[in-house]
Nanobody
Framework: EVHLVESGGGLVQAGGSLRLSCAAS????????IAWFRQAPGKEREVVSC????????YYADSVKGRFAISRDKAKSTVYLLMNRLQTEESAVYYC??????????????????????WGQGTQGTVSS
């Protein structure tokens, strides 16, 4: 059974940084795609970034390109999302999600939420002005 636990959320001023962590269990030895989503109050959940373990390919939403960086520590089974120059409108609950259908995610796009098998509980990131 796959289990994802996010951490690292918190309160930061606009222009600041947060680093989120997603600790995964139950995925050892498998190729998978792991993505970060966020959902702000009153808005739909959106994909922010994605990492494919088979080839370390990455995806970033246009709104975060150049500011966010996704990375993986294979030994710790943890994926990180470093978020720089945060803006107030990026206050949201951030979720990580994993899919063993990595090739499918590549084909249909990381925004296909229904193709992810496992989700974390979310971590709140708040950006103050």
């Amino acid at each position: 059974e796959v289990h994802l636990v996010e951490s690292g959320g918190g309160l930061v001023q606009a222009g600041g940084s947060l680093r989120l962590s997603c600790a995964a269990s139950g995925l050892a030895g498998a190729d998978y795609a792991i993505a970060w989503f966020r959902q702000a109050p009153g808005k739909e959940r959106e994909v922010v970034s994605c990492f494919w373990t088979s080839d370390a390919c990455t995806y970033y939403a246009d709104s975060v390109k150049g500011r966010f960086a996704i990375s993986r520590d294979k030994a710790k089974s943890t994926v990180y999302l470093l978020m720089n120059r945060l803006q107030t409108e990026e206050s949201a609950v951030y979720y990580c999600a994993a899919s063993l259908k990595a090739r499918l995610i590549d084909a249909v796009g990381p925004e296909a939420e229904h193709e992810y098998d496992s989700w974390g509980q979310g971590t709140q990131g708040t950006v103050s002005s």
